[in-house]
């Protein structure tokens, strides 16, 4: 039996119909929703690492067959394969396995799956390379390419280089999805942890354009008195 239908086999044996239903409309997979059309088996996270660290020395080839899977936590198990693969391959390797990730985006088609991967192996890879590439996908139709667009940026402000992230922000400021949203909003209280100055430059700038869920979330870990402030337009004391 070939690796990749163990992972199968282990996945499946692991199937919660209770927890399926519950992720089908956590992950919003109904008619005109985000996530249409993603079927899930009902595994939590916990359980498909474990598997993934089992078989993270599988074949390119295999994890390809499993992002090609119609089940999410397959997919995402695929995932976290790759993340265990990049984490430890030399610099070499490191090239092939982000070309692959990029080769297969079509296969990571949920905010999880973008999230658990965009930093950890694209961020990696392009700290110190041409990042034309995340530009690019922020300008893109594709929902998830935007996401990752600034998710990739995690690891670039996790090493101090924030501006990326206030760049890619930028261009996704009147994005009309909240997942997006979110996320600039998520990575732009990230570059705050590390610069909170910079961060209020940019929100001076551009708050009276900004989603209010993007905003909100930018600010998050500030003391409430100057969150009412912020959200009120006043920049006064900063």
């Not at 119609?70 to 198990?77: D, G, I, K, N, Q």
């Amino acid at each position: 039996m070939k690796s990749l239908n163990k992972v199968e086999k282990e996945l499946h044996d692991l199937t919660d119909d209770t927890i399926a239903e519950h992720s089908s409309r956590f992950f919003k997979t109904g008619m005109g929703e985000y996530g249409e059309g993603d079927i899930f088996l009902g595994i939590r996270v916990p359980e498909q690492r474990k598997i993934a660290k089992k078989y993270r020395d599988i074949p390119l080839e295999e994890v390809k067959h499993l992002l090609a899977s119609a089940y999410h936590e397959v997919r995402l198990t695929a995932i976290f394969i790759l993340v265990y693969k990049y984490k430890k391959s030399d610099t070499d390797n490191k090239e092939i396995i982000y070309r692959f990730y990029m080769d297969n985006l079509d296969a990571v088609n949920n905010w999880d799956l973008v999230d658990s991967s965009a930093g950890y192996i694209a961020g990696h890879y392009l700290i110190d390379k041409d990042k034309s590439v995340l530009y690019k996908f922020a300008k893109s139709d594709n929902l998830w390419k935007r996401r990752i667009s600034i998710i990739a940026t995690s690891f670039f402000i996790s090493k101090g280089f924030l501006q990326d992230t206030f760049q890619i922000a930028e261009l996704l400021l009147k994005d009309q999805e909240d997942l997006i949203h979110k996320a600039v909003g998520w990575m732009l209280r990230e570059t705050g942890k590390k610069d909170r100055t910079a961060l209020l430059s940019f929100l001076k700038t551009h708050y009276s354009v900004m989603p209010r869920t993007m905003l909100r979330y930018s600010i998050e870990k500030f003391p409430d008195s100057e969150r009412k402030m912020i959200l009120a337009g006043d920049f006064s004391i900063f």
